[in-house]
């Protein structure tokens, strides 16, 4: 199994930024696209941005220009560098997976507990 464990979420001001954090750890093979998402009260989960394993990355149009995707493959870790936030950013922030805990064995998606970002105006 992986487990995805995020952090760095938190009460922030529009206009500010936050680090969050993402730390795979368990039986890795191999860590394929990863992703952050969100979910907002009485809203459907949606993606913000995927990074590859070779690091390309995608956004989604709210967040182009606004947020940055990286990741440490020899850490297991990626980032989500957030800037310029607004309260529309308000949402439980999920870390994605798809992974191989063997070769051989299927990708498989994982997802982390979540963690909060709220942003006041």
């Known amino acids: 199994q992986v487990q995805l464990v995020e952090s760095g979420g938190g009460l922030v001001q529009a206009g500010g930024s936050l680090r969050l954090t993402c730390v795979a750890s368990?039986?890795?093979?191999?860590?394929?696209?990863m992703g952050w998402y969100r979910q907002a009260p009485g809203k459907q989960r949606e993606l913000v941005a995927t990074?590859?394993?070779?690091?390309?990355?995608n956004y989604a149009d709210s967040v182009t220009g606004r947020f940055t995707f990286s990741r440490d493959g020899a850490k297991n870790t990626v980032y989500l560098q957030m800037n310029s936030l607004k309260p529309e950013d308000t949402a439980v922030y999920y870390c994605?997976?798809?992974?191989?805990?063997?070769?051989?064995?299927?990708?498989?998606?994982?997802w982390g507990q979540g963690t909060q970002v709220t942003v006041s105006s």
């Open positions: 994605n997976a798809l992974g191989k805990t063997h070769w051989g064995s299927p990708i498989l998606n994982y």
């Open positions: 368990g039986t890795i093979f191999s860590l394929n696209v």
């Open positions: 990074i590859s394993s070779s690091g390309s990355t």
